[in-house]
């Protein structure tokens, strides 16, 4: 099948490379502009650029898709079915309708629960114990298509956003192919979201982060592995700020101590508003990430004191 590709981030890699594998005619991609990154500011591509031009397919890097630019293109390339992997670009109606099998989309939740940017992070946030992709048509609103296929997968226990994204690329990648090779037989059928259903996964932002250590342990570690890798949990202790990167619930009942307080050093446990987690990794501003051990080989805590 002759098809147009686009996508920007990491997880929409996998499934550039699974169609190519597919033995489809990706005809080009469309990806977000190079941004600015790092301390030197150097101009960056986005990972799927890296990825079509390895595969020496032809990259365009439109500002808007709204101007009639993107869409002379696509006129031009004349594509059977456009794959759309988070690219962070809506499609106007004319794009939509152009192809002949559609424009699809693989979206990182099961539908309708969790339209919107950052699905992944908000099924770990709010600490849901299933998750998956979801494949759908396309159309003008967010997210709101006719759903195709889906595939489901176990979020686990201590699981962050960050271990979650690479394993549901990798599903995402499968469930594309499924996909086609559905819509190529003609033998999938389109399903209607049901929108009392659904809730609206916003992209996370800094001021999200500060623990609430009065909130329940469940909630707290639900929050350090939902923010992780980015923007990472945060507290404050001996006034310096710090990053909490990784923690496990200890105990889920009861009060042992003030909320924030360490009531243990080894393991090292802190006391939340029900129950304790036990910090596992974490990050003083200015230094490097390291494991609860060599973080107190350096700076002696005792119990009693608390974090903020």
């Keep these: ?115 919107g940017a950052a699905p992944i992070q908000w099924s770990v946030l709010n600490g849901d114990k299933i998750t998956g992709i979801t494949t759908m048509y396309m159309d003008v609103g967010l997210d709101t298509g006719d759903m195709l296929l889906k595939a489901e997968t176990e979020i686990g226990e201590n699981e962050t956003s960050g271990e979650l994204h690479d394993r549901l690329a990798v599903m995402g990648a499968q469930l594309l192919s499924e996909t086609v090779k559905c819509l190529e037989k003609g033998s999938v059928e389109r399903i209607k979201q049901d929108n009392s259903q659904s809730c609206y996964a916003s992209m996370l932002d800094k001021s999200m982060c500060s623990i609430d250590w009065n909130d329940s342990a469940v909630n707290v570690h639900n929050k350090v592995r939902g923010l992780s890798p980015w923007p990472v949990a945060v507290a404050s202790i001996m006034n310096k700020k710090v990053k909490i990167h990784k923690t496990k619930v200890h105990d889920t009942d009861g009060v042992k101590g003030e909320w924030g307080e360490i009531v243990s050093l080894d393991p090292f446990v802190v006391a939340c508003g029900k129950g304790t987690v036990e910090i596992l990794e974490l990050q003083l501003e200015g230094k490097k990430r390291m494991k609860i051990k060599d973080f107190l080989m350096g700076h002696r805590l005792q119990t009693g004191e608390r974090f903020s």
């Design 1 to 115: 099948m002759k098809i147009v590709f686009m996508g920007t981030p990491e997880f929409a890699v996998p499934c550039l490379e699974r169609l190519i594998q597919d033995g489809h005619e990706v005809a080009a991609v469309f990806t977000q502009p190079d941004k600015p990154k790092g301390r030197g500011y150097a101009m960056t591509p986005p990972p799927v650029k890296v990825c079509a031009l390895e595969h020496g397919i032809e990259v365009f890097q439109p500002v808007s898709m709204k101007d009639g630019t993107a869409l002379e293109i696509l006129n031009n390339i004349k594509p059977q079915l456009i794959a759309v992997v988070a690219f962070g670009k809506i499609l106007p109606k004319e794009i939509l309708d152009l192809p002949e099998y559609g424009c699809i989309n693989v979206h990182g939740s099961l539908l309708p629960k969790y339209r």
